[in-house]
Protein backbone atom coordinates (compact mmCIF):
# COMPACT_ATOMS: atom_id res chain seq x y z
CA UNK A 1 0.00 0.00 0.00
CA UNK A 2 1.18 3.62 -0.85
CA UNK A 3 2.25 5.42 2.23
CA UNK A 4 0.05 8.57 2.60
CA UNK A 5 1.90 10.59 5.30
CA UNK A 6 3.51 13.68 4.96
CA UNK A 7 6.60 15.15 6.57
CA UNK A 8 5.53 19.01 8.26
CA UNK A 9 8.20 20.20 5.66
CA UNK A 10 6.54 18.79 2.60
CA UNK A 11 3.16 19.93 3.90
CA UNK A 12 4.45 23.44 4.28
CA UNK A 13 5.95 23.74 1.00
CA UNK A 14 2.62 22.67 -0.74
CA UNK A 15 0.64 25.25 1.66
CA UNK A 16 2.90 28.09 0.28
CA UNK A 17 2.97 27.05 -3.05
CA UNK A 18 -0.85 27.25 -2.98
CA UNK A 19 -1.05 30.21 -0.77
CA UNK A 20 1.09 31.81 -3.99
CA UNK A 21 -0.70 30.49 -6.73
CA UNK A 22 -3.94 31.79 -5.33
CA UNK A 23 -1.89 35.36 -4.72
CA UNK A 24 -1.49 35.45 -8.18
CA UNK A 25 -4.76 34.06 -8.86
CA UNK A 26 -6.26 36.68 -7.28
CA UNK A 27 -4.04 39.92 -9.00
CA UNK A 28 -5.17 38.53 -12.96
CA UNK A 29 -8.08 36.74 -12.97
CA UNK A 30 -11.74 38.64 -13.13
CA UNK A 31 -13.22 37.80 -9.82
CA UNK A 32 -16.89 38.53 -8.35
CA UNK A 33 -17.12 41.18 -6.49
CA UNK A 34 -20.55 41.60 -5.24
CA UNK A 35 -23.80 39.94 -7.01
CA UNK A 36 -27.38 40.82 -6.56
CA UNK A 37 -30.83 39.78 -7.85
CA UNK A 38 -33.45 41.96 -9.35
CA UNK A 39 -36.39 40.98 -9.45
CA UNK A 40 -38.34 42.86 -11.86
CA UNK A 41 -35.80 42.24 -14.50
CA UNK A 42 -35.40 38.73 -13.31
CA UNK A 43 -31.48 39.24 -13.73
CA UNK A 44 -28.86 38.41 -11.89
CA UNK A 45 -25.98 41.43 -11.82
CA UNK A 46 -22.32 40.21 -11.10
CA UNK A 47 -19.92 42.88 -10.71
CA UNK A 48 -16.69 41.73 -11.32
CA UNK A 49 -12.98 43.22 -10.62
CA UNK A 50 -12.44 43.93 -14.16
CA UNK A 51 -14.69 47.19 -13.92
CA UNK A 52 -17.79 45.25 -15.84
CA UNK A 53 -21.00 43.66 -14.82
CA UNK A 54 -22.50 40.73 -15.66
CA UNK A 55 -26.03 40.56 -16.55
CA UNK A 56 -27.53 37.17 -16.84
CA UNK A 57 -31.34 36.26 -17.48
CA UNK A 58 -31.89 33.94 -14.03
CA UNK A 59 -34.24 31.86 -16.13
CA UNK A 60 -31.46 31.15 -18.89
CA UNK A 61 -29.50 29.20 -15.54
CA UNK A 62 -30.81 25.62 -16.09
CA UNK A 63 -31.15 24.93 -12.27
CA UNK A 64 -32.79 27.75 -11.74
CA UNK A 65 -35.24 28.75 -14.42
CA UNK A 66 -38.85 29.26 -12.69
CA UNK A 67 -37.73 29.50 -9.30
CA UNK A 68 -39.68 31.87 -6.94
CA UNK A 69 -38.24 35.23 -6.56
CA UNK A 70 -37.91 34.57 -2.56
CA UNK A 71 -35.49 32.20 -3.33
CA UNK A 72 -33.19 34.02 -5.36
CA UNK A 73 -30.88 36.01 -3.48
CA UNK A 74 -27.49 35.79 -4.33
CA UNK A 75 -24.24 36.02 -2.91
CA UNK A 76 -20.14 35.81 -4.46
CA UNK A 77 -18.43 32.88 -2.92
CA UNK A 78 -15.29 33.61 -0.62
CA UNK A 79 -12.91 33.65 -3.49
CA UNK A 80 -14.76 35.60 -6.14
CA UNK A 81 -15.21 32.46 -8.82
CA UNK A 82 -18.37 31.85 -8.38
CA UNK A 83 -21.76 32.74 -7.02
CA UNK A 84 -23.87 30.88 -4.77
CA UNK A 85 -27.76 30.85 -4.24
CA UNK A 86 -27.98 29.95 -0.86
CA UNK A 87 -31.99 28.93 -0.37
CA UNK A 88 -31.59 26.41 -3.22
CA UNK A 89 -27.95 25.50 -2.60
CA UNK A 90 -27.11 26.22 -6.18
CA UNK A 91 -23.37 27.23 -6.92
CA UNK A 92 -22.54 28.38 -10.38
CA UNK A 93 -18.78 29.19 -11.38
CA UNK A 94 -17.99 32.42 -12.72
CA UNK A 95 -16.15 31.25 -15.82
CA UNK A 96 -19.18 29.23 -16.96
CA UNK A 97 -21.30 32.58 -16.52
CA UNK A 98 -18.73 34.73 -18.26
CA UNK A 99 -18.71 31.62 -21.24
CA UNK A 100 -22.21 31.66 -21.32
CA UNK A 101 -22.23 27.98 -19.97
CA UNK A 102 -25.81 28.37 -18.02
CA UNK A 103 -26.58 24.37 -18.08
CA UNK A 104 -26.33 21.10 -20.03
CA UNK A 105 -25.53 20.85 -23.64
CA UNK A 106 -29.08 19.36 -24.29
CA UNK A 107 -30.62 22.55 -22.26
CA UNK A 108 -28.09 25.10 -23.99
CA UNK A 109 -29.03 23.92 -27.47
CA UNK A 110 -32.41 24.44 -26.52
CA UNK A 111 -31.87 27.58 -24.84
CA UNK A 112 -30.08 28.66 -28.59
CA UNK A 113 -33.40 27.55 -30.36
CA UNK A 114 -36.02 29.21 -28.44
CA UNK A 115 -33.76 32.51 -27.56
CA UNK A 116 -31.43 33.24 -30.91
CA UNK A 117 -28.99 35.42 -31.27
CA UNK A 118 -30.34 39.10 -32.53
CA UNK A 119 -28.55 40.18 -35.96
CA UNK A 120 -25.22 42.03 -35.57
CA UNK A 121 -24.40 44.99 -37.33
CA UNK A 122 -22.42 45.09 -40.19
CA UNK A 123 -18.56 45.67 -39.61
CA UNK A 124 -17.48 48.67 -41.56
Same mark, same amino acid.
Given at each position: ?8 ? @???? #?? @? ?11 ? @? ?24 ? +? ?5 ? #? ?8 ? +? ?21 ? @??? +?? $??? $? ?6 ? #? ?13
Amino acid at each position: MADWTWADD @EIAA #QY @EAARHATEEALKT @EVRALAARYDKSARRVFVELSSGATL +LVPIDRI #QALAGAADED +LNVEVNPLGDGIVWPRLDWHHSL @EAL +LT $GHF $GSPAWMER #QRTEHPDPPRAAEG
